[in-house]
């Protein structure tokens, strides 16, 4: 109860301070975890905008991505009301809306044009065509590629290229002598890491996790076929200790120009194209992620998205807040201030169609990207659940993190593909029948 | 009576230890000249090791995205706090251990040790439920009473060997001429611990000051320490080593300068045996 | 000599401690007892308020029999017994080292002490990145000036490369606790015993060892508390993969992964229970050193 008594006293005394600035008199102090990505920081640094606007002050959690989820994900569940404003991704945003536990964004203004938000984004944030949460920035992924080696080896990128023409671009680029690895791929275990990034090629190999009666699919052909390319292809051109390496070491790598190719998010782009930081900023090619000519490639959608927990005190700030930092109005703002590169990605069809983002040389491979992408319809079978590189079921992020785990231990050679798959089998059953699917 | 030490022995002594000690101190040594690289040198090939071009680029960033000064405070109340409150509960029990012991603190001093042996991660939900119903989430003397609770097995120990070492004769000597139990403590006992209370304070705020499961997971805006502080600079997306290091050298800078000037009271057990 | 007095005084002294300790061990662990016969699954809903239901003793039948327990706790033992035995014998020998007349002494016990003063993420993650990469790393570099192939330290050599961190981030404590306690040694003792002709190693088996046993009994066991609970390491290096996953790294993944507390739960009883084995195990071994 002190607590209780001590925020109501807090934002008493704050409001009381505020009221003589601004004549309505209702300002508040929002407490708003985030994630330490590069523009969640870019927009702490512009919230004095938002302040100046709106009177209301915000103080900023900034998290490691695995550390603020297990962070909201406790106080949510316990229902702490230790934050008014939550960073969660697409996973989070159905599975919380289905338990009541956020405040549906119904109640958003006109201008603020929440038609204009892409499809993808909004249908992966809803939950029975409700928005439970407002993308920040959205990302598909797709293939960066280094334009000079593409042509010293003699080939040419297509815009969406098949697993077969990577694999053999990918030996054709590599040249062990001069330290170059002809493709870099997320082997690390994790299922926000290689877990999301092996999901969402088995897709393309017309693989699928459950299939209509959740019953996993490890022990199919599909999936040992995924497997067995994956590993192949990185043995014969991936880099030394792959099985370790996720988003940001294959960044590195891909900045120092080691790689040939890599696959990843398409917010990436805006990384490796900065001559600050990456040595090959000025020869990077974009194609759309491969394909086997199933009809569905290898690329994800995600989303990190603003949301306000259920019972907050404070869901008109919030909701003004959210408003702002996903508006139109803050993607010009960025802009003014750093450059259109660097504005948040992914998340407006008004930001594609704009004439000073049409320059940008990734915008257009990521809209494409974003565009192929259907968490409603992500598999060559049928399958009983949304979310292209997850299943957005409350039980996925345990098990494909256990299930990544066994695929690493296949990529280091310490098992085989056939046991790592044997293995991953019986763990997902196991954990599926302990949350009485069967 | 000093030994006498020739020289050249002392030379070759001086060699090793350095040697030795700066191979330990290389990862922290090498975390604190990155901290002065760009993030592109940071992960240069191969390894800059003096030659680069030094730049504060690092720490004028995590100073203008955090206040530092905040976290740096909440760290030093809520370790310093715990270490406190930590020391004036366990002097009495460690003293009454070492110098009254009955057939019984063995297995206390076990039980005690015992109390830590639950995973903090499987206690994650009712700690954070009671805190939740205390009122206790994202203050700082909720921290300072988990982190204390937390430490007072280790603390009760170190301070019990230290107590160990003091010869009970000395205690009995100053009971013959008279000395009250209060005296005895204040005035022959605490001269005689200082070394082990100093390094057992030091130990456990350093124990306090790098927890990073309970002060990240029961904390906000309010409370949050120097690991809150870095866990919003390891692994963001992009690169972030020279901002890592920085951030780091800041978080650990205070606990070196400490340990630097409690060097002197570690020092001081060298004449404490002679007492014996 | 304790009189009565005496006695009753320090079982008023040990009250405080002894209170609030019971009370922060009975808390956790009676929630943990009754969240280990629920099923809760928060995410799907359950929370206290709307009653958690009785599952018996499903919860920990599943928690072993998973495929992942049984070499957890193998990998939790060969981590604890790996990073016990490296700390204890280097800080013996580092102990004795930085007891000897040097030249700027004060520095390098600085320097020796400093890894204990970085928070575990971040050890995780230099180690992780600026030394072991098997591309960047200086590790790499080094085994590369020597013409070797460089090592895939945590995917080939987890465990091997986890204890390492872990070691070189527990040395100084060790080292810290062995030094106070080898400066407490009696140097007239050690002279006598010199003029003896007694060798360096004889008095460093007879006399230096047998003065320093109490503070090795305190050193591992305190390590051992720790080490059974390491977890940062392991998080950010290898995320529980290529045989490093704990039993603290697997209730981890029960808990917060896959948001099952009943399931988390019973594993923190098997947990306590392993920690009480190797307690009493350890015990046996160097007990005896307490009552000295």
């Known amino acids: 109860m002190k607590y209780f008594a001590r925020a109501v006293l807090g934002a008493a005394v704050v409001s009381l301070m505020a009221s003589t600035a601004h004549a309505d008199g209702h300002a508040k102090t929002l407490t708003i975890a985030t994630v330490n990505n590069g523009d969640m920081i870019r927009m702490q640094g512009l919230t004095d905008d938002f302040t100046e606007k709106t009177g209301h002050k915000v103080e900023w959690v900034t998290l490691e991505e695995n550390v603020l989820r297990q962070r909201v994900t406790t106080d949510i569940t316990t229902k702490g009301g230790a934050f008014d404003i939550m960073t969660i991704g697409m996973y989070e945003a159905p599975i919380w809306g289905k338990n009541g536990w956020l405040v549906p964004l119904n109640n958003l203004s006109a201008e603020y044009d929440v038609d204009d938000i892409l499809p993808a984004m909004r249908g992966g944030l809803s939950y029975d065509g409700t928005l439970f949460a407002a993308p920040f920035y959205g990302e598909s992924s797709m293939i960066m590629y280094r334009t000079d080696l593409m042509e010293k080896a003699g080939m040419?990128?297509?815009?969406?290229?098949?697993?077969?023409?990577?694999?053999?671009?990918?030996?054709?680029?590599?040249?062990?002598?001069?330290?170059?690895?002809?493709?870099?791929?997320?082997?690390?275990?994790?299922?926000?890491?290689?877990?999301?990034?092996?999901?969402?090629?088995?897709?393309?190999?017309?693989?699928?996790?459950?299939?209509?009666?959740?019953?996993?699919?490890?022990?199919?052909?599909?999936?040992?076929?995924?497997?067995?390319?994956?590993?192949?292809?990185?043995?014969?051109?991936?880099?030394?200790?792959?099985?370790?390496?996720?988003?940001?070491?294959?960044?590195?790598?891909f900045q120092q120009g080691k790689c040939g190719m890599w696959i990843d998010a398409t917010v990436a782009a805006s990384f490796v194209t900065n001559p600050k930081d990456s040595t090959v900023a000025d020869s990077v090619g974009f194609a759309l992620a491969p394909?086997?000519?199933?009809?569905?490639?290898?690329?994800?959608?995600?989303?990190?998205?603003?949301?306000?927990?259920?019972?907050?005190?404070?869901?008109?700030?919030?909701?003004?807040?959210?408003?702002?930092?996903?508006?139109?109005?803050?993607?010009e703002l960025v802009a003014s201030k750093e450059g259109w590169a660097n504005v948040p990605p992914g998340a407006r069809t008004s930001l594609y169609e704009n004439p000073n983002y049409k320059d940008i040389p990734f915008a257009k491979m990521t809209l494409?990207?974003?565009?192929?992408?259907?968490?409603?319809?992500?598999?060559?079978?049928?399958?009983?659940?949304?979310?292209?590189?997850?299943?957005?079921?409350?039980?996925?992020?345990?098990?494909?993190?256990?299930?990544?785990?066994?695929?690493?231990?296949?990529?280091?050679?310490?098992?085989?593909?056939?046991?790592?798959?044997?293995?991953?089998?019986?763990?997902?059953?196991?954990?599926?029948?302990a949350a009485g699917y069967k | 009576m000093a030994r006498a030490v020739t020289t050249q022995r002392k030379t070759l002594n001086t060699v090793i230890a350095w040697g030795i000690g700066l191979l330990i101190f290389f990862p922290i040594l090498w975390t604190i000249l990155t901290s002065f690289k760009t993030e592109g040198q940071a992960i240069a090939d191969p390894p800059l090791f003096l030659f680069f071009d030094w730049t504060l680029e690092n720490y004028a960033v995590v100073q203008e995205r955090s206040d530092y000064m905040r976290f740096l405070w909440n760290s030093v109340i809520i370790a310093g706090g715990s270490t406190l409150l930590g020391i004036i509960i366990a002097v009495p029990a460690a003293w009454s251990m070492a110098f009254v012991p009955s057939k019984r603190t063995k297995d206390i001093l076990l039980w005690m040790l015992s109390t830590k042996m639950l995973p903090a991660v499987g206690v994650l939900y009712p700690i954070y439920l009671l805190f939740i119903s205390l009122g206790l989430l994202d203050t700082r003397i909720g921290l300072t009473i988990v982190l204390m609770l937390i430490n007072l097995p280790i603390i009760v120990w170190m301070l019990y060997t230290y107590f160990k070492e003091i010869?009970?004769?000395?205690?009995?000597?100053?009971?013959?001429?008279?000395?009250?139990?209060?005296?005895?403590?204040?005035?022959?006992?605490?001269p005689m611990a200082i070394p082990g209370i100093a390094s057992t304070v030091l130990l456990n705020i350093i124990l306090a000051w790098n927890e990073a499961f309970w002060t990240l997971n029961l904390t906000a805006a309010n409370a949050a320490p120097l690991t809150a502080f870095i866990a919003s600079y390891s692994s963001p997306e992009g690169l972030f080593f020279a901002k890592l290091s920085a951030a780091s050298t800041m978080a650990i800078a205070p606990i070196l300068i400490l340990g630097w000037f409690s060097q002197k009271q570690l020092v001081r057990g060298l004449t404490f045996g002679a007492v014996k | 000599m304790a009189t009565q007095q005496s006695r009753s005084a320090a079982r008023l002294m040990m009250a405080p401690a002894v209170v609030l300790l019971?009370?922060?061990?009975?808390?956790?662990?009676?929630?943990?007892?009754?969240?280990?016969?629920?099923?809760?699954?928060?995410?799907?809903?359950?929370s206290l308020e709307n009653g958690l239901q009785w599952v018996g003793f499903q919860n920990y039948i599943r928690f072993v029999s998973s495929s992942s327990f049984w070499p957890s706790v193998q990998t939790t033992l060969i981590i604890v017994g790996g990073v016990l035995v490296i700390t204890v014998v280097l800080g013996v020998l580092l102990a004795l080292l930085l007891d000897q007349p040097m030249w700027g002494?004060?520095?390098?016990?600085?320097?020796?002490?400093?890894?204990?003063?970085?928070?575990?993420?971040?050890?995780?993650?230099?180690?992780?990145?600026?030394?072991?990469?098997?591309?960047?790393?200086?590790?790499?570099?080094?085994?590369?000036?020597?013409?070797?192939?460089?090592?895939?330290?945590?995917?080939?050599?987890?465990?091997?490369?986890?204890?390492?961190?872990?070691?070189?981030?527990?040395?100084?404590?060790?080292?810290?606790?062995?030094?106070?306690?080898?400066?407490?040694?009696?140097?007239?003792?050690?002279?006598?015993?010199?003029?003896?002709?007694?060798?360096?190693?004889?008095?460093?088996?007879?006399?230096?060892?047998?003065?320093?046993?109490?503070?090795?009994?305190?050193?591992?066991?305190?390590?051992?508390?720790?080490?059974?609970?390491?977890?940062?390491?392991?998080?950010?290096?290898?995320?529980?993969a290529f045989g490093t996953k704990t039993l603290t790294y697997l209730i981890f993944q029960r808990v917060l992964e896959s948001q099952n507390v009943g399931l988390g739960s019973a594993g923190g009883v098997y947990a306590i229970i392993l920690a009480n084995i190797v307690a009493i195990f350890l015990m046996r071994i160097v007990g005896k050193n307490l009552d000295a």
């Open chain 1, 156 to 253: 040419e990128m297509p815009d969406a290229p098949t697993w077969d023409f990577v694999r053999k671009a990918a030996a054709a680029m590599t040249d062990r002598d001069n330290d170059i690895n002809g493709i870099c791929l997320r082997g690390k275990a994790g299922w926000g890491e290689g877990g999301a990034f092996i999901t969402a090629m088995s897709n393309s190999f017309g693989a699928r996790w459950f299939d209509e009666e959740w019953n996993a699919q490890f022990d199919t052909e599909e999936w040992k076929n995924t497997l067995t390319f994956f590993k192949g292809m990185m043995d014969e051109s991936g880099p030394a200790g792959y099985a370790t390496n996720g988003f940001n070491e294959n960044l590195s790598l």
């Open chain 1, 291 to 331: 394909d086997t000519g199933l009809g569905k490639r290898s690329n994800w959608l995600w989303a990190w998205a603003l949301a306000i927990p259920a019972g907050s005190q404070k869901v008109d700030a919030a909701t003004q807040f959210i408003e702002w930092a996903t508006s139109k109005g803050y993607i």
């Open chain 1, 368 to 433: 494409d990207s974003i565009l192929s992408a259907d968490p409603n319809d992500s598999t060559v079978k049928p399958s009983p659940y949304v979310g292209i590189q997850f299943a957005a079921i409350p039980e996925f992020a345990g098990i494909a993190t256990e299930v990544s785990q066994e695929f690493s231990a296949a990529y280091a050679g310490q098992q085989t593909i056939e046991e790592a798959l044997a293995k991953a089998q019986a763990i997902t059953n196991d954990a599926m029948e």
């Open chain 2, 167 to 190: 010869p009970g004769e000395i205690l009995e000597a100053a009971r013959m001429d008279g000395a009250s139990l209060k005296e005895e403590i204040l005035y022959v006992l605490t």
């Open chain 3, 22 to 46: 019971l009370g922060w061990m009975l808390v956790p662990l009676i929630m943990t007892l009754y969240f280990s016969f629920k099923k809760y699954l928060p995410l799907r809903g359950d």
């Open chain 3, 105 to 240: 002494q004060g520095v390098v016990r600085i320097l020796v002490i400093a890894p204990f003063f970085v928070m575990p993420t971040v050890s995780g993650l230099v180690w992780k990145n600026m030394f072991m990469d098997p591309i960047n790393g200086i590790l790499a570099h080094t085994w590369r000036f020597f013409g070797a192939e460089p090592l895939q330290w945590l995917s080939q050599h987890s465990l091997e490369s986890i204890v390492l961190i872990v070691s070189w981030q527990w040395l100084p404590f060790a080292t810290l606790i062995l030094l106070t306690a080898i400066q407490s040694l009696d140097s007239e003792q050690l002279e006598a015993a010199e003029m003896d002709g007694a060798s360096s190693l004889k008095r460093f088996w007879f006399i230096i060892l047998p003065h320093l046993s109490r503070a090795i009994t305190i050193v591992i066991l305190i390590q051992t508390i720790f080490l059974l609970s390491v977890f940062a390491e392991i998080f950010v290096t290898t995320a529980g």
